[in-house]
């Protein structure tokens, strides 16, 4: 199977689960995450014409991006240590895992430092277990109230992964409980903020996601395959 028809099959698969709940196939874009993945790989999903990169490591993603020409977004998915802020802001087009005032401070000194706006999502802990990262869902909003105020930062949603299950279907709760946060946010009109992204939906539950209102999915074995267990 050629990572070519991996994402034609896939965009497929987001066209229908779009259409079943009478959203556009055009408003889903899909990210290919190269946690792993080596250069060929990489450059094959972008001729295959995937919208964004995602990457979890900055290093890894330093080394990538130097490699090979920029032509579309990078966005980091991982979770951002604040001593690294620095090389957020410089390497990557959008930071999807913003979860706590410090790091959103930091990001926004060196933002400032390259004179540049750089765009986030907010990542919220939408099961609330204390290993994964993300903000609750009772403190995104005052989170989201503070940032909104620091000018080097555009919020532009939310992003969030679900707990894993065999059966995709068990995280839809989760996907709609991201939604309706997003929704509450949008009527609270929080100056200086957008709230479309929702980026959520990996290779297993992406087409759930998309019916619950996902704007970017994130995959990653359902391109490239399985990852080595590395890390
Ligand atoms: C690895 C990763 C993905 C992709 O997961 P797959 O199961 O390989 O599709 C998506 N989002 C984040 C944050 C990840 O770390």
């Given at each position: 199977m050629t990572i070519q028809t991996n994402i034609n099959r896939i965009r497929g698969q987001i066209a229908e689960a779009a259409l079943r709940v009478g959203r556009k196939?055009?408003?889903?874009?899909?990210?290919a995450v190269t946690k792993s993945v080596g250069?060929?790989?990489?450059?094959?999903?972008?001729?295959?014409?995937?919208?964004i990169l995602g990457d979890n490591y900055i290093?890894?993603?330093r080394r990538k991006i130097g490699r090979m020409e920029k032509t579309i977004p990078w966005h980091f998915i991982g979770h951002l240590q604040t001593n690294k802020a620095k090389y957020a802001v410089q390497i990557f087009d959008m930071v999807q895992t913003v979860?706590?005032?410090?790091?959103?401070?930091?990001?926004?000194?060196?933002a400032?430092?390259?004179?540049?706006?750089?765009?986030?999502?907010?990542?919220?802990s939408i099961a609330g277990e204390e290993t994964k990262s993300g903000v609750s869902i009772a403190e995104a909003p005052a989170l989201i109230r503070r940032i909104?105020?620091?000018?080097?930062?555009?919020?532009?949603?939310?992003?969030?992964?679900?707990?894993w299950f065999d059966d995709p279907k068990r995280a839809r709760?989760?996907?709609?409980?991201?939604?309706?946060?997003?929704?509450?946010l949008i009527e609270e009109n929080i100056a200086g903020i957008e709230m479309k992204e929702l980026s959520m939906g990996m290779s297993e539950d992406f087409e759930v996601a998309v019916e619950e209102g996902a704007t970017v999915v994130r995959i990653g074995r359902a391109i490239f395959g399985e990852r080595e267990q590395t890390k």
């Open positions: 196939p055009e408003d889903i874009l899909l990210m250069d060929p790989q990489i450059m094959e999903a972008i001729a295959a014409g995937v919208d290093q890894e993603a979860d706590r005032f410090e790091l959103a401070e930091e990001l926004d000194r060196h400032h430092g390259a004179g540049l706006t750089v765009p986030i999502l907010i990542e919220v909104a105020l620091i000018g080097g930062l555009k919020i532009k949603g939310l992003m969030a992964m679900p707990p709760p989760f996907f709609r409980i991201l939604r309706e946060l997003r929704d509450r």
